[in-house]
């Protein structure tokens, strides 16, 4: 055995043995296989708690192939490990080339899927752009991230949307742990793991506060770090006010910043004419799913001089002298740096993508085209597994008590 394959080994079953949620439903797809005979094609960051999850389907009977969402998010060693150990077929690696990545979610697509697990868009764009011939095929998919449901809406809007497709994204029991205790540590694991710099005492800047930018902030601030949040949604920036943190515009951030992490699914949040502006010596992260926040063409194509400084770290001088310092070239830096979502966060994400697919593979036929919202069973269901796993006992409502939630005229 090699010393990759080994290592892959090791971090599967670590993610094995503490995700409680999928193991509680990993018994019953093994007795049941509703996935028999089920062609399932998935694009995820390719590493050890992803593949615990494609493997639970395999278990449930399906035939999956899966592919990379992203070009520097794999994990070699688990790649290898789903490959040798568990015969899986997997196309992946950190480091694809902008034409491999492309390359391997085409043959992903080659196994002309019925269902696709999708994480930000990219599988259910090629189907509509480019593979019209595999629409007769599918019968829907999911979507895991904030970046792939907008898109998935403006096919919706556009009519162009050829089958159900399900938002896992806003499943409460996803946005409200994965996207902020989730994105919240693991983009602090990244960041230190790439730079190893002092968080406490840091102006720091959130670029959104949506769920991922507020599990961000909470967790800067909670190491010490004074944080200042971006927004373009007046509410959101209201709230962020009210919750302790400074409001101000990106350039005027960017004057006094020394670590800016961009978390908001939109492009160009900041400009290279911004870093013109910017502190010098800022240090760039991003949380976002596509690497097109940060201006990293523009630092590669317009400064005068750039050089890697550690190995997720490259520095870049702008012609007003001013450097930059950009980390895993602006693309998700908690998987390109770190090793992604805590075990027990992406426990309870995959297991609403697990009894999602289930959900669409048994109702399929009465849905039309569209983004559907994740069944409030599901997440109640999840919920449930998830105390038990944690052993917490709660309260239920009496006959009396929802007799008086029933009820409009009993009034005291």
Known sequence: MTENLERGDLRF??????????????????????????????ALHVEAKTGVFAYLLKEGGAQVRMASCNPLSSDDSVVESLKVTKGMEVYARKGETESEYYEYLNKTLDLKPNIIIDDGGDLTKIVHQERKDLLKDIFGGNEETTTGVVRLRAM??????????????????????????GTGQSTL?????????????????????????KGIAMRMKGMGALVTVTEVDQVKAVEAAMDGFTVKPMREALKTADLVVT????RDIISYEDLLTARHNIILANS???????????LETRSI?????????????????????LIAEGRL??????????????????AVQALTAEYLLKNHENL?????????????????????SMGISIDTLSDAQIKYSDSWEEGT
Request: net charge positive.
């Open 13 to 42: 079953q670590w993610a094995y043995e503490r995700m409680d949620a999928l193991s509680a439903i990993r018994k019953r797809f093994r007795q049941e296989l509703p996935f028999k005979g089920v062609r399932i094609a998935m």
């Open 156 to 181: 919706e809007k556009q009519k162009i949307l050829k089958f159900p497709m399900f938002d896992v994204n806003d499943a409460q029991m996803k946005h409200f742990f994965d996207n902020r205790y």
């Open 189 to 213: 694991d990244g960041i230190m793991n790439a730079t190893n710099t002092l968080i406490a005492g840091k102006s720091v800047v959130v670029a959104g506060y949506g769920w991922c930018g």
């Open 263 to 266: 978390a908001t699914g939109m």
């Open 288 to 298: 976002g799913h596509f690497n097109n926040e940060i201006p990293f063409r523009d």
């Open 305 to 325: 001089e750039k050089k890697q400084v550690r190995d997720y770290v490259r520095k870049y001088r702008l012609e007003n002298g001013n450097e930059i310092n």
């Open 333 to 350: 830096v908690n998987l390109a740096a770190g090793q992604g979502h805590p075990v027990e966060i992406m426990d309870m994400s995959f």
């Open 368 to 388: 039309k085209p569209g983004v559907f919202p994740v069944p409030r069973e599901i997440d109640y269901e999840i919920a449930g597994i998830k105390l038990e």
